[in-house]
């Protein structure tokens, strides 16, 4: 496909849409009927700031933070369906659409493919990839390694990746630096903007959990696998006083059609080739519940050199 090629002072919407459509194309972003199309959790309302809701921080405020984190539903990280799509909006329109995936399950971690879209008058488009694994199922299990997460954006999956003739073929020299100029703005905040998504989706897990495990008619106890919970009668309590949450005040899942085929390649792979890299920012979660950044710091034989690492992205 051929975009149609326009003067870029007079529609810049144009090229975001054309961005997208050759991220699609690529195998790289998905369509917006697919990401309609799965099961979506869609968080109510928005944060009293104007921004996205942060359930968890709502919920310690009303049922105390020493109730919710003596819960059991708190204790896990594990999302309540293995893929979906978190949908969160902002008072000035904004839409996000975090599409999530749980990927390689073991006993005590899992880890999770997430794309985040954003949709703004009338556009939408790829923001971030993040791939975070070895995530602990719980805030108190012991698991061996780090957690790991490699991050990217425009500059990565778009600039970085595709040869400069081939953006030639559907850009102009004009859109192209417009271009440039949005992915190194969205580069240069990258690994913080990632760090907010990261513990926003790990928290609105925990929150749905703790929501899920507070209204059953008993307090379960025994060991939990995703979407499974095994049961220890000689442990339920007497419910007598406990409420009931209208869960609808916070989140809905809203079933998807699922009518819609994946575009993302699944041979498709980000291949780095540097001695020296960068390792993302990201969270570590300890026994006591306790969540702490860890910031991003360089990796590779070269690491301790003051060189800007020179990295190359190739498609597969």
């Not at 051929?2 to 997208?20: A, G, H, L, P, Y």
Request: charged share 35%; proline share 2%.
């Amino acid at each position: 496909m051929i975009f149609q090629k326009r003067d870029v002072n007079d529609n810049f919407d144009n090229i975001v849409f054309r961005v997208r459509k050759f991220m699609e194309e690529k195998g790289i972003a998905e369509t917006f009927p697919y990401i309609k199309s799965l099961d979506t959790i869609e968080i109510a309302g928005s944060c009293s700031n104007g921004g996205e809701r942060v359930l968890l921080n709502d919920i310690m405020d009303e049922f105390g933070e020493e109730e919710v984190k003596n819960s059991q539903g708190y204790r896990y990280l594990l999302p309540c369906i293995p893929e979906g799509v978190v949908k969160c909006r902002r008072t000035d329109g904004i839409i996000y659409y975090n599409h999530f995936k749980m990927v390689d399950c073991a006993e005590k971690s899992f880890g999770l493919e997430m794309q985040e879209y954003h949709f703004h008058d009338s556009s939408f488009y790829l923001r971030y990839i993040i791939k975070v694994s070895n995530i602990s199922n719980t805030i108190d299990e012991n698991v061996e390694g780090e957690m790991d997460v490699e991050l990217s954006c425009l500059q990565q999956f778009m600039i970085d990746s595709f040869p400069m003739q081939e953006l030639r073929k559907e850009f102009t020299e004009e859109e192209i630096e417009v271009i440039k100029r949005l992915a190194q703005k969205d580069d240069e905040r990258l690994s913080k903007e990632v760090e907010v998504i990261i513990t926003y989706m790990l928290s609105t897990f925990q929150a749905i959990n703790f929501l899920n495990e507070y209204n059953k008619p008993n307090r379960i106890s025994g060991e939990r696998s995703a979407g499974m919970i095994v049961n220890n009668e000689s442990n339920y309590v007497r419910t007598d006083s406990r409420r009931i949450i209208d869960t609808t005040r916070y989140y809905n899942i809203v079933e998807g059609k699922k009518d819609r085929k994946s575009t993302v390649s699944k041979e498709r792979k980000i291949v780095r080739k540097t001695d020296k890299w960068m390792v993302g920012s990201h969270v570590r979660h300890y026994k006591s519940g306790k969540v702490i950044f860890v910031k991003a710091y360089y990796k590779g034989p070269n690491r301790d050199k003051d060189e800007k690492p020179k990295t190359t992205y190739r498609i597969q």
